[in-house]
């Protein structure tokens, strides 16, 4: 594998269901992010890790809930997630989170919230 | 607040010349980035600028004015697979990147 890998690909859960995102990235990196991308809507950042440590939050809703156990992994934690929820999210790494360097990004899960 | 705006959609021909314009306003600057985004797929780093003037990349080339708030990537001898939306993105005090909407590019023959 290279690069930035996301599992799974595509999601359908209720609003009841707990369920997770997985990241990997191959590069290296030390710096993991995770986005939400709506329709016509600016990318989202959610959580900002470097070097394993939560460095940004943006207020996002404690049904999103991160983990990165190592420089390598993110993971995204869902619970009792809202139809509005239903989005693109797209993990991404880079080295370093001072933003100067240019973020790789994963093919993204497409989730959808019933 | 901060804003990044830029076109919606714009429509070319194979083989022209487009202009994809991006203007912000943010609380500091320390660079511009442009991401290319082809339907269900991951952004792509196309360019970066922090100074003032044109960097060339091949087809693609961005510009940048800091004493305008503006920037713009052009590309050139369009081909059908430059269909994709182009993101603008401003990396403001806080070393933030403050994401444009996108604008979705359409190529026709």
């Known amino acids: 594998e290279t690069g930035v890998t996301q599992t799974p690909r595509h999601l359908v859960m209720g609003m009841t269901n707990k369920k997770s995102l997985k990241c990997e990235q191959h590069?290296?990196?030390?710096?993991m992010y995770w986005y939400k991308q709506s329709a016509k809507k600016p990318l989202e950042l959610m959580f900002v890790?470097?070097?394993?440590?939560?460095?940004e939050n943006n207020s996002v809703p404690s049904r999103f809930s991160p983990e990165c156990p190592n420089s390598s992994h993110l993971f995204l934690h869902l619970h009792t997630l809202q139809p509005e929820d239903s989005a693109l999210y797209l993990c991404a790494s880079s080295q370093e989170p001072s933003g100067v360097n240019e973020q790789f990004f994963g093919p993204g899960t497409r989730l959808t919230v019933l | 607040g901060q804003n990044i705006d830029q076109p919606t959609e714009m429509t070319a021909t194979e083989g022209a010349i487009v202009q994809i314009n991006c203007t912000y306003q943010?609380?500091?600057?320390?660079?511009l980035f442009w991401y290319q985004q082809h339907a269900g797929e991951a952004p792509t780093f196309l360019s970066y600028?922090?100074l003032d003037g044109l960097e060339e990349k091949g087809r693609f080339s961005s510009f940048l004015s800091r004493s305008k708030g503006y920037s713009y990537l052009l590309l050139k001898e369009l081909q059908m697979k430059d269909s994709a939306s182009y993101l603008c993105?401003?990396?403001?005090?806080?070393?933030?990147?403050?994401w444009g909407a996108g604008t979705k590019l359409i190529i026709k023959p």
């Open positions: 943010t609380s500091g600057f320390n660079g």
């Open positions: 993105a401003v990396l403001d005090s806080n070393y933030q990147l403050i």
């Open positions: 600028n922090v």
């Open positions: 890790y470097s070097l394993e440590e939560r460095v």
């Open positions: 590069l290296g990196h030390n710096a």
